[in-house]
C-alpha cells in the first residue's frame, strides 16, 4: 500500500474567513493528511483585507478550532489553482457547496481543473446554518451596521467592523 500522504487544497479568496471556509477546512482537515488554505488573489484588485491580513486571520481562526496540526496556510498570487496543487503536491481540491448556486458556479472550475491537470475536487455539502454566509454578504452586512456574530471568528468580526465602519 502507499504511504503517500494525501494532501488536499482548500481554495478561495479568504477575504475575510467565515466559519463557513472554517467549517469545510475543519472537515478537510479530518479526512486528509494535510490541507493547504491557499488563499489566492490577484495583485491588481484590491480586497477589503490585505493578502497577510487574510492568512493571518485563517490561521487564528485554525488555531482557535482546535486544529493543532495538519493544516497550513499559503498565500499565491496570479497562479491557477491547478499549478498550486502541483507545487504544493496536493490531489486534490476541497470545497464546500451551499444549496443553491454554488453547484453550477464550481462545476465548471472542477471540470476545468481535471480537464487540465487531472486534478480532482472533493464538493461537500455546506453545513446549512451558514447556508447564507459568504465573505462579500457579511461584508455588506457589517457596513451598513447589521450583526454578523455566530457567522465569522469573532477576531474577524471585529476587524470587518474597524475596517468597514471606520
Ligand atoms: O473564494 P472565491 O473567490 O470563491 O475563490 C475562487 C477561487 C480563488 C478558488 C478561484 O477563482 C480560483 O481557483 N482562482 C485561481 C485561478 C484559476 O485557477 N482559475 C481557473 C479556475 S478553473
Redesign the pocket.
Known amino acids: 500500500m502507499s504511504e503517500r500522504l494525501r494532501r488536499a487544497v482548500c ?5 475575510p474567513v467565515t466559519l463557513g ?1 472554517l467549517d469545510v477546512v475543519v472537515r478537510a482537515a479530518a479526512l486528509y493528511d494535510e490541507v493547504v488554505v ?1 488563499v ?2 490577484n495583485p491588481a484588485k484590491q480586497g477589503t483585507f490585505t493578502v497577510p491580513e487574510r492568512v493571518a486571520m485563517v490561521e487564528a481562526a485554525v488555531a482557535a478550532a482546535g486544529v493543532a496540526t495538519g493544516v497550513r496556510v499559503e498565500a ?1 498570487a ?7 496543487c502541483r507545487d504544493v503536491g496536493a490531489q486534490v ?1 476541497v ?1 464546500g457547496v451551499r444549496a443553491g448556486g454554488d453547484v453550477a ?1 464550481e462545476l ?6 481535471r480537464h ?1 491537470t487531472g486534478v480532482e475536487t472533493v464538493f461537500l455539502p455546506g453545513e446549512p446554518s451558514l447556508g447564507h454566509v ?2 462579500s454578504l457579511v461584508k455588506e452586512v457589517v457596513r451598513y451596521g447589521g450583526d454578523v456574530t455566530g457567522l465569522v471568528p469573532e477576531p474577524v468580526r471585529g476587524a470587518l467592523e474597524e475596517r468597514l465602519r471606520g
Open positions: 481554495p478561495g479568496s479568504y477575504d471556509h491557499a489566492l488573489h499565491f496570479d497562479r491557477l489553482l491547478v499549478d498550486v481540491v470545497k458556479y465548471p472550475m472542477a471540470l476545468m481543473n487540465l459568504s465573505s
